[in-house]
């Protein structure tokens, strides 16, 4: 009770549940991320999702009303995560030290626990359709990536920006597939002389 007797504010009580309602989607979400990344999207059922997160259907539902719809949110969060990790660690005028802290990047990410390679390029590989939201999502990433290989291209002095941001793409690509199928300990190394050679090659005589 409040002062005088009088009951906690609606506006009080309003903000506690939403607050666990966020607690609660995030719950889900953390738990679908894991799983997804981990063992598939396909293959991780929404019952799996429910009894990891320890709720119950109803509540799994109130927050996503299908599992494409968590799906969606899963690639959204990982997008965000990417794009913030990408941004921290982009140095300004320095396009070279750039690619070589994010090659060192995804070095580390490939030699990591649990590490499968590139969440996007996975997801599209189970969703097959190009009207899918779940492929929108993917689109939209990847553009947004390779838009940010050609400010970088551009800080290089690269005559030909948008071609050699397709190139550092394929280049990126291959190697969050090398670290998963391959020998994660050279990725950093192989990665880094690769995006060199190009921004090397790309500037203008």
Known sequence: MGQAGTPPSSTATHSTQRAGRTQTRERILESASGLFYAQGIRATSADRIIESAGITKVTFYRHFRTKSDLVVAYLE?????ERAWLTG?????????????????????????????????????????????????????????VGQFEEISKEAGA????????????????????????????????????FASVIASAEPR
Request: glycine residues 10%.
């Open 89 to 145: 660690l982009r140095i300004q005028g320095a396009p070279d030290r750039t690619l070589r802290e994010l090659a060192a990047g995804i070095g580390a990410a490939s030699c990591s626990p649990g590490f499968r390679g590139c969440a996007f390029i996975n997801a599209a590989a189970e969703f097959a359709d190009p009207d899918d939201p779940v492929r929108a999502v993917v689109h939209s990433q990847r553009s947004w990536m």
């Open 159 to 194: 005559s030909r920006p948008s071609e050699i941001a397709r190139e550092l793409m394929l280049l990126r690509d291959g190697a969050m597939v090398n670290g998963y199928v391959g020998e994660p300990s050279t990725v950093a190394h192989a990665l880094g002389a690769a």
């Open 77 to 81: 969060k990982q997008a965000a995560e």
